[in-house]
T-cell receptor, first 117, second 111 residues
Framework: GAGVSQSPSNKVTEKGKDVELRCDPISGHTALYWYRQSLGQGLEFLIYFQGNSAPDKSGLPSDRFSAERTGGSVSTLTIQRTQQEDSAVYLC???????????????FGPGTRLTVL | SQQGEEDPQALSIQEGENATMNCSYKTSINNLQWYRQNSGRGLVHLILIRSNEREKHSGRLRVTLDTSKKSSSLLITASRAADTASYFCATGNQAGTALIFGKGTTLSVSS
């Protein structure tokens, strides 16, 4: 089946504007993750959704960042009042399930490259 | 905070040579995963090794895990130009809700 898809693939915005990034996980995957990767850096965890459970938002860098997942499928990451330091590639991943004590193999989308001018 | 730290940061080899990348981590784990990333975009899962395993093979990949030293290594044998990419190790965070990645090893394979 189809993999994880993200849109847009590239987004250029002006400082102070709001942006929305979309993620369509693999059908049937109950867990969804957002990560951020700044230039030359590893991936930074942002937020995790698992079924109907409360999301783990511990990685969100500020209250300008929020995310929702509607109907247990599509997720939207919103960044309000964007700043230049928000420029990065935002990656979404999904996995089949949450396993106690460990994380399942994650399948990543191609990412959205966000540039804040 | 980073859990995995890859070493070296960059590696350049010729086609046909073997490439070895190392990863160290800090806390106890249930499993360790290796991912590959091409051109700074989506990551592709390569292999998962569980904490009770010491070695695992997949095609030209060989992964070892030493839990006493909190380290893992990824060996790519008979490398090809197409293996050029960044390689990341990842382990689960304490809550088990996400993977924590190192900064990766950038591998360049020239023909």
């Amino acid at each position: 089946g189809a993999g994880v898809s993200q849109s847009p693939s590239n987004k250029v915005t002006e400082k102070g504007k709001d942006v929305e990034l979309r993620c369509d996980p693999i059908s049937g995957h109950t867990a969804l993750y957002w990560y951020r990767q700044s230039l030359g850096q590893g991936l930074e965890f942002l937020i995790y959704f698992q079924g109907n459970s409360a999301p783990d938002k511990s990685g969100l860098p500020s209250d300008r960042f929020s995310a929702e997942r509607t109907g247990g499928s599509v997720s939207t990451l919103t960044i309000q009042r964007t700043q230049q330091e928000d420029s990065a590639v935002y990656l979404c991943a999904s996995s089949r399930s949450y396993r106690t004590g460990g994380t399942d193999t994650q399948y990543f989308g191609p990412g959205t490259r966000l540039t804040v001018l | 905070s980073q859990q995995g730290e890859e070493d070296p940061q960059a590696l350049s080899i010729q086609e046909g040579e073997n490439a070895t990348m190392n990863c160290s981590y800090k806390t106890s784990i249930n499993n360790l995963q290796w991912y590959r990333q091409n051109s700074g975009r989506g990551l592709v899962h390569l292999i998962l090794i569980r904490s009770n395993e010491r070695e695992k093979h997949s095609g030209r990949l060989r992964v070892t895990l030493d839990t006493s030293k909190k380290s893992s290594s990824l060996l790519i044998t008979a490398s090809r130009a197409a293996d050029t990419a960044s390689y990341f190790c990842a382990t689960g965070n304490q809550a088990g809700t996400a993977l924590i990645f190192g900064k990766g090893t950038t591998l360049s394979v020239s023909s």
